[in-house]
């Protein structure tokens, strides 16, 4: 009998393209960061020439506000709110004036790199000794325009031919007229499909992802930033102050070459891309192969050569060529030039944000507004990369891990925290900032890698293309908005309760006002969770969107639990948390005074807290990958029922009077609690990441939240009650 | 003289670039170096490509080949006739040598004649042409010759960086566009 022939599992091939590249998100990141040195210099050059005026404002409006607004009692915090009032509606107009030299900072950099990029086509022409390729080579023009109508140029690119030592291909120019530098060599052999359409193709490819505008944006604002960086260094000079110049100089340089180090590493993801654009265009990626091994430059040198090089080597190329699933969605690299961009970004335009609208209602929405601004970059730099990956590994069946993208988004916020481009260390001591940039920066990435599983496991039932990554965008940016609004907003609340000097007893009971704003941030995640719950449920193959050609196969989706079993877990959680405090309610009786009843308003919000907070635990442990996620499904429930049973109960059974107002409060505290809680209890899902399970049978999850739902109620209540 | 020397050569080792012969001599004679130094590399937005073309190499092994030729012959020559050694080269690849067995294809590939080994030939102590085929009035080289000329040329092809193969057939393509020429 004839033995089995072993056959290698067949490794399909993703579409790498189906998603757009997070690459994108850190160009436009790294442009709006180069803008924000503009503010800074700005600040500079206003103090430089403006600085003894704001001095005599800001003399005469404190001696205004102690006249209007005396502190006669240092305690008194009302009484500084007061004082601080006039003295910022005194000094608004001076501010005013420095926002605008900030804002006129960043113009002149948006300016200059504007020029920069509309003369940077003739400058590389002249200098490049670039010409237009003569009649003789009408046949390879010919054919440029044919590959360009193949990949769906409207317009094809203008050949220019290099001087006799031009060796490489490049693309260059504006949207609408780009120029295609080809080396002679390769034009006079056009006819030669192997080489010639390749690296045609190759360029075309990027000129279809937009590469050309974006990299040159990049290079140009950098270019453009260096003048009006140097322009605080000469006002310091006519004023001899250099006071500020060391803090300055540091800083600015850091700044300057990690830029252009993050604008290098992204050229290097783009090649990627665009060789597999290339190879999906023509339908066969060895012929790039073989053009790749055979007329490119042996890499160089070692290992800074590799670092700074616009290209990754020939081998992760031919790598990535022949095994699409070897592109990493967000390496940590990614992850730390995405978060240290932000990190600069932030302050420097809430900075500015705050002082054009002081005295305006907009004012109390600035952090929401620079997490609007932000987010959806930072989303689409770091959380679209981990949706990609998620889509990517739901075809090679790989698990990557995150763990390196949380990693280096959390160093990349702190580094860039620490830099402290906004205002050169003199800022407020925001103590509380570091452990919420952490908690929210790490928060943000595991949130979007958990709902982009889901995502990948409903990959089945999405159309492809635009109509289904809108979506993944519009989710990662409101998912990065939050976390830049909690690591905006909480350090501010937490100094609050410094200077008031709450206990953890009062910040809890006082959380429903403090961070009410919280209950809204979890609702998108939550309902996209939902939704790709369900239906993910349906077993289908592949979508050939998803697939780069040839065989399709089953995924290995996760199916379980469903929607309705964790659903079903959170809500019978939230209503043994209700009976655990009634059950309090029945063996200590009536409350007596006034601090009883604050202590049972603070046993309420921890014992419904703890039982949401331990079913989100339990959910993240035991649902590998997605946990992050469903987590939220079940834990979402689980707060807001025991909240409103146990309101509920208060009221109908024990004839205590029915507050809408109060059931809202109690119910916004104990959400914000749970999910501050559930950011800090996020990581757990990095632990069970590379687990091998997928199902998670619905009934078995459910049950589970409900043993450790009675436990947490019984250990928070049995201990109240001991305590008694 | 020299670019027509190349352009002889060029016809076997890359046709394809005749096309743009004319103005790539013109730059080579510009600024030799600049010719044959790669321009800027690792561009922004580009493939990463190193695809160098053979005329600029082609026309400094001409150089080569042009030098070692009035070397061999041009002294006997110019004695003989009293022209200058640009008239004697175009006499040269206008006429041609005619050595026994020499005809044009005589190069299959894989049986190339032999060559003196790199080196075999210190400077200043080329081979003088003697031997009973040759006349004092005739132009032509000797096989021996021939062979000093293809490997001055293999050395300067090599010492330009170029591929072996490529050197191969770029001397080759010389040595037959001397031979074979007239």
Same mark, same amino acid.
């Given at each position: 009998m ?11 091939r993703?579409?790498?393209l ?7 998100g850190r ?11 503009g ?8 103090n ?6 704001w ?23 009302l ?9 910022s ?5 001076a501010?005013?004036v ?9 113009v002149l950099?948006g300016?200059?790199?504007?020029l ?9 022409r ?6 237009e390729?003569?009649?003789?080579l009408d046949g390879a ?5 044919e590959?360009a ?15 006799a030592g ?5 693309v ?13 060599a ?8 192997a ?23 990049a ?9 009006v960086?140097?322009?605080?260094l000469i006002?310091s000079?006519v004023r001899?102050?250099?006071?500020l110049?060391?803090a ?9 070459v990690?830029i252009w180090?993050i ?7 783009r ?14 990626w ?19 050569r ?6 990754p ?14 592109v ?8 730390l030039?995405?978060g240290f961009l932000t ?9 500015t ?12 929405f ?19 990369g981990?949706?990609r ?19 280096g ?8 925290y620490?830099?402290?481009l ?12 570091i ?7 790490a ?12 995502w ?16 993944g ?8 908005a939050?976390a830049?609004?909690?690591a905006?907003?909480?350090?501010v ?5 410094g ?9 809890a009971?006082?959380s429903?006002?403090?961070i ?10 939550v309902v996209?969770?939902a939704?790709?719950?369900v239906r ?8 050939a ?17 469903g929607?309705g079993m964790?659903?079903l877990?959170?809500v019978a959680a939230?209503?043994?948390a ?37 079913v ?9 990958r997605?946990g ?17 049973g ?6 109908f059974a ?18 914000a ?11 757990v899902?990095l ?7 997928r199902?998670v ?7 589970l ?5 009675g436990l947490?109620?019984?250990c928070?209540?049995g201990?109240?009650i001991?305590l008694? | ?14 046709p ?13 004679f510009?600024d ?7 321009a800027?590399?690792?561009?922004a ?7 160098a ?7 400094a092994v001409g ?15 110019v004695a003989?006739s ?13 006429k041609?040598p *005619? @050595? #026994? &067995?020499? $005809? !044009? ?6 049986s190339q %004649?032999q060559?003196?080994q790199q ?8 081979? *003088? @042409? #003697? &031997?009973? $085929? !040759?006349?004092?009035?005739?132009l032509a080289l000797s %096989? ?9 040329a ?6 330009? &960086? ?6 191969n ?5 010389f ?8």
């Open positions: 004839a033995e089995p022939v072993a056959t290698a599992p067949i490794r399909l993703p579409n790498v189906a998603h757009p590249s997070p690459t994108t160009f436009l990141l790294l442009v709006a960061a180069m803008l924000s040195t503010l800074l210099a700005g600040t500079l050059v206003h430089g020439v403006l600085g003894s005026r001095s005599e404002a800001a003399r005469a409006c404190f001696a205004l506000a102690d006249e209007i607004s005396p502190i006669l009692d240092p305690g008194d915090t009484a500084q709110i007061a004082h601080n009032d006039v003295l509606s005194c000094l608004a107009p501010e005013r420095r926002a605008w030299f900030d804002i006129a900072g960043a950099i300016l200059l790199g504007l920069v990029l509309l003369a940077a086509p003739a400058y590389v002249r200098r490049q000794k670039l010409r390729a003569g009649s003789r023009v010919g054919r440029i325009g590959l109508a193949e990949v769906g140029l409207g317009r094809p690119p203008r050949l220019l031919l290099g001087r031009q060796r490489d291909a490049f260059f120019g504006l949207p609408g007229r780009y120029y295609l530098v080809l080396p002679t390769l034009v006079v052999r056009w006819r030669s499909g080489y010639f359409d390749p690296v045609v193709r190759h360029e075309l490819a990027h000129l279809k992802r937009h590469d050309v505008p974006l990299a040159w944006l290079g140009a604002v950098w270019v453009a930033a260096l003048p960086i140097v322009l605080p006002t000079m001899l102050d250099f006071s110049i060391a300055y100089l540091w800083r600015i340089a850091l700044f300057m990690v180090l604008r290098r590493q992204a050229l290097r993801s090649e990627h891309d665009a060789d597999l654009h290339a190879a999906r265009q023509s339908g066969d060895r012929p790039l192969c073989s053009v790749l091994q055979t007329a490119t430059t042996a890499q160089p040198g070692g290992w800074w590799r670092f700074v090089s616009n290209h080597t020939v081998a992760q190329r031919v790598a990535v060529l022949t095994d699409p699933g070897k990493r969605g967000v390496s940590v690299v990614d992850g030039a995405g990190a600069v970004l932030v302050p420097a335009l809430s900075g944000l705050q002082v054009l609208l002081a005295k305006t209602p907009a004012y109390s600035t952090p929401h507004i620079v997490a609007l601004l932000v987010g959806p970059i930072a989303g689409l730099a770091v959380g679209v981990l949706w990956q998620a889509m990517i590994d739901q075809v090679t069946g790989e698990r990557v891990w995150p763990g390196g993208a949380v990693l988004f959390v160093a990349g916020l702190l580094i860039g620490w830099a402290d906004d205002d050169l260390a003199l800022g407020g001591d925001w103590s509380y900032s452990p919420v940039l952490i908690v929210a920066g928060g943000a990435v595991l949130l979007s890698a958990g709902t982009g599983r889901l990948a496991d409903a990959a089945a039932r999405l159309p492809g293309g635009p109509r289904s990554w809108w979506l965008f519009v989710v990662n940016a409101l998912i990065f939050m830049l609004w909690l905006q907003w909480l350090p609340v937490f100094t609050a309760a200077v008031g000097q709450f206990g953890l007893d009062d910040l009971i006082s429903g006002e403090l009410s704003n919280m209950v809204y941030v979890p609702l998108l995640p996209v969770a939704a790709t719950m993910r449920r349906r077993t289908l193959p592949l979508p969107w998803l697939l780069e050609g040839g065989p399709t196969a089953w995924p290995l989706s996760a199916r379980e639990p929607l964790a659903l877990g959170g939230g209503v043994i209700a009976l655990g405090t009634t059950g309090f309610r029945l063996a200590a009786g009536s409350p007596v005074d006034d601090a009883d009843r604050i202590g049972r308003y603070l046993l309420w919000l921890m014992t419904i807290t703890f039982v949401a907070l331990a989100s635990f339990v959910t993240m442990v035991v649902v590998p997605s992050g996620a469903v987590g939220l499904v079940t834990g979402l429930p689980a707060a807001l029922v025991g909240s409103y146990t309101t509920a109960l208060n009221s024990f004839g205590n009077i029915i507050d809408l107002g109060f059931w809202w409060t109690m119910a916004t505290s104990v959400v609690l749970w999910f501050f809680g559930y950011l800090l209890l996020l990581p899902s632990a069970v990441w590379p687990a091998s399970w199902d049978p619905g009934w078995l999850l459910a049950m939240n409900v043993i450790v739902a947490v109620a019984l928070v209540v201990l109240a001991a008694r | 003289m020299i670019a027509e020397l190349t352009e002889l050569a060029l016809t076997t080792a890359a394809d670039e005749l096309l743009v012969f004319e103005e790539t001599a013109h730059e080579y510009a030799p170096q600049a010719a044959l130094t790669a800027q590399k690792d561009n937005v580009g493939f990463g490509l190193e695809l073309m053979i005329t600029p190499v082609a026309l150089t080569a080949v042009a030098q070692a030729i009035l070397a061999a012959v041009g002294e006997r020559v003989a009293g022209r200058g050694a640009t008239a004697l080269l175009k006499r040269l690849l206008r041609g *005619q @050595p #026994q &067995g020499w $005809q !044009q294809g005589a190069y299959p590939q894989g %004649p060559v003196p080196g075999a030939y210190p400077q200043g102590s080329q081979p *003088q @042409p #003697q &031997g009973p $085929q !040759q006349r004092p009035d005739d %096989p021996q010759q021939a062979r000093y000329v293809r490997q001055v293999l050395d300067r092809a090599r010492a330009l &960086g170029m591929p072996e193969g490529q050197a057939l770029l001397a080759d393509s040595v037959g566009a001397i031979v074979t020429t007239g």
